[in-house]
């Protein structure tokens, strides 16, 4: 099997490319852009500059490398930035899907999508695969509007909703919530957490092993990905401090009214998973599991 990642130089294309690695089967065509950050580049790998912004960049990687699947985990994430930069953001996570959608048209590629729990208002959390999105932030709008480019796509699709994703990998700028609350208490400073957002937060590792098994069953249409644990940040940082043997009277709860921020985030989101647990075989781990594989990393 032939597989094409776009955004291989961020967490989720690292994991992904890691995991492919171990795959006998698999040949990888890794794209990102600028030069490869992936560590340990598989064997099985090769690394390719590719700006999908470029229509004729990712239609010409595609034409060259035939892949059997792509898998599109390329975009803009930082919500706020995304609010304030809102041309940088459409580009980003709409023109460039028409970019990707294209080329996969053109070699009749079987298309994994990255998608998010902020295509939801958070009113009615946890969601399965066949909630009614309505978006409350440009960024969750724009990832809205490229799901819909997808399902209107003439290639085999997918769709992976996902939440909440934490992980680290080489040459990441971006923290997590682990990383943060370890790091902060270590130092003893205290720290204010919101105790009234719900999520499933995701471990990078369970994510990559849920496109991978769409990709080895050509599953299609929409999945929810995500970590299996209903939590809120305040509890995720709670058992981060437990797990680390931290001080845990310098956690404060917090609402999310406590912090100003440019975009709205959706109160309660979270997925139920048990379509990708039943015709997936996907199994992804505890938040406290996901925790002791981060730290062994660290």
Known sequence: MKILITGANGLLGQKLAALAGLKSDVHLLATGRGPCRILDLPGNAVYQTCDISQAEEISSSCLEFRPDVVIHTAAMTNVDECELNREACRIQNVEAVKNVIAACEKTGSHLIHLSTDFIFDGEGGPYDETAKP??????????????????????????????LVYGIAPGLSRSNIILWVKASLEQGKEIQVVDDQFRTPTLAEDLAAGCLLIAEKKATGIFNISGKDFLTPYEMAMETADYFGLDKTLIRKASAATFSQPARRPPRTGFIISKAENILGYKPHSFSEGIAILSSQI
């Open 134 to 163: 309505n978006p409350i932030s440009i960024y969750g709008q724009s990832k809205l509007d490229a799901e819909n480019l997808v399902k209107a796509a003439s290639c085999p699709w997918s769709i992976v909703r996902t939440v």
